[in-house]
């Protein structure tokens, strides 16, 4: 039978308890701790609720498992597309290329993850329409919401591919670069604009692949994106692999083969995922009329997304003023010893953003399923063990800074002189960065966007912008005082975010 359309006028849209998934909310999920059992339909009956596809007949620990496994070596692949780009860039011929295009990337990585902000925030949107849909049977607009979202994935690519690459040379010049190093930046910012719009492809089918439950399908696509990028990279970009700068293999474009690496790797990877989403190999199925627009189930995912849309655009702003509060420091080299400890610093950031997936996941799918005793539980497993991997990242962090500094920079000897010490404050911090991003994860998946925002928000432009700036220049700590203020806002969002979920809120919201 052909996959038409949803109908305009579905139950699911028009009667707000059918359309939550969750029965007898009102009143039974009041207070701050567990709800008491809902009243239709009766405990007995909906404890033998399952959820179906790739996770039914799991136990509760096992899909969180299967959920976070792939999306954790995906995170991992992701990690290591930014990272191997500075990793070359470390090790280009010359006796300042190496540092100046290091500084290079780092600003200009700055707006590559601007241009990718409308795509995550799509993506959001998307998977809480699809995990609800996935729950509640609801196939026919599940494949609508993964159709409408790579179609708003592609959109956004475009806008925001043309508008940074018209700006790339303000950009470049903005932030003080000089010479080559500024050119190497409106470059690199150039070419990988080229490769945004299947780059939205890859995030927003990635993203309803996972909130389907086939989160293996993204991981693949995510290899296919390394191997490219490697490959590419090093053979256009030039790689110095001995202590005489003459020994070198590739083309030795630098920074601009670094850039292409990157960009060909995003279009390549953008068509694996649009292939597997036609195919219908996955829970989903993405027939080629899915990609028309589609308005009533696009303002559907819009409405989730432009919350974390406005998040994510105010996330970039601060941490593009803390770029400036850097300019301002008169350290040479600064950007660059700021960006290894940051990469660095994201590992930990991997378990809990792969882990909080299945949290997502799974949040919105019991919510389809009308169960949100079992949501809560699979948020804290997925919390309980990001925990123990968070604790192993805060003893390599504070013991083995230096070490892991000169994976990325071995030659340069202020990267290793500044970038330890912040990797040392950070290690206190990670356990609750762990809270915050399972929570933050869990309560996306339940479509509450806007409150996460709120939460959000609060805490960056409070305690990162302003406790950086307080930190940095009246108390005169410098780039450790901007680390301090990160690290603060983390703490406090952290602490927030568990005392909020513990109100039931999220599991209230309809999408």
């Not at 169960?371 to 003893?395: E, N, V």
């Not at 920079?409 to 010490?421: F, G, Q, W």
């Not at 450790?480 to 109100?503: Q, S």
């Amino acid at each position: 039978m052909p996959d038409a359309h949803p109908p305009q006028h579905d139950p699911g849209q028009t009667n707000r308890k059918r359309r939550l998934g969750i029965p007898g909310l009102r009143g039974a999920l009041l207070g701050s701790g567990d709800p008491a059992p809902p009243a239709t339909p009766k405990p007995n009956k909906l404890s033998q609720k399952q959820l179906t596809g790739k996770l039914a007949g799991l136990s509760l620990p096992k899909q969180v498992f299967i959920l976070a496994l792939w999306p954790l070596m995906e995170q991992i692949l992701n990690f290591l597309v930014g990272t191997v780009d500075i990793a070359i860039a470390g090790r280009l011929p010359g006796e300042n290329a190496a540092a100046q295009a290091i500084d290079a990337i780092a600003v200009a990585s700055y707006f590559v993850w601007l241009m990718t902000i409308l795509q995550a925030a799509a993506g959001v949107g998307a998977a809480a329409i699809v995990s609800r849909a996935v729950g509640a049977s609801h196939r026919r607009l599940a494949n609508a919401g993964a159709g409408q979202a790579v179609l708003l994935g592609i959109g956004s690519g475009l806008f925001a591919g043309i508008a940074v690459f018209v700006a790339a040379p303000w950009i470049a010049a903005g932030f003080g670069l000089e010479g080559s190093a500024q050119q190497m930046a409106s470059d690199y910012i150039r070419i990988t604009a080229v490769g945004i719009p299947m780059c939205g492809v890859l995030f927003t089918g990635g993203a309803v692949l996972r909130a389907a439950g086939d989160t293996r399908s993204p991981f693949l696509a995510m290899l296919l994106v390394n191997v490219i990028n490697v490959c590419v990279s090093v053979g256009l970009g030039g790689l110095r692999y001995g202590d005489d700068p003459t020994q070198t293999i590739g083309l030795g474009w630098g920074v601009n083969g670094i850039a292409w690496g990157t960009a060909i790797a995003w279009i390549v990877g953008g068509m694996a995922v649009l292939i597997i989403l036609l195919s219908g190999t996955s829970e989903l199925r993405l027939r080629p009329h899915r990609l028309r627009p589609h308005w009533h189930t696009m303002r559907r995912i819009i409405k989730v997304a432009l919350p974390n849309l406005y998040y994510q655009l105010a996330f970039w702003l601060i941490n593009f003023v803390l770029l400036l509060y850097i300019s301002q420091l008169a350290i040479e080299y600064a950007y660059g010893a700021h960006t290894i400890a940051m990469r660095i610093h994201s590992i930990s950031f991997l378990p809990g953003y792969a882990i909080s997936i299945a949290a997502s996941t799974l949040t919105g799918q019991y919510l389809g399923l009308g169960d949100p005793t079992r949501a809560k539980r699979a948020t804290y497993l997925a919390l309980c063990g990001t925990l123990g991997i968070m604790f192993i990242c805060s003893f390599l962090f504070f013991f083995f800074p230096t070490n892991l500094v000169a994976l990325l920079s071995p030659n340069n000897e202020v990267h290793l002189t500044l970038a330890p010490p912040l990797l040392q404050i950070s290690a206190f911090i990670t356990p609750l960065l762990a809270v915050n991003l399972i929570l933050n994860g869990a309560m996306q998946g339940a479509g509450d966007t806007r409150n996460t925002a709120i939460i959000n928000l609060t805490g960056l432009t409070i305690f990162r912008l302003g406790g950086a700036y307080v930190f940095a220049f009246p108390l005169a700590m410098g780039l450790w005082g901007i680390w301090l203020g990160i690290m603060m806002d983390i703490a406090v969002r952290g602490v927030v975010f568990w005392f909020y979920y513990h109100t039931y809120r999220w599991a209230r919201v309809s999408v």
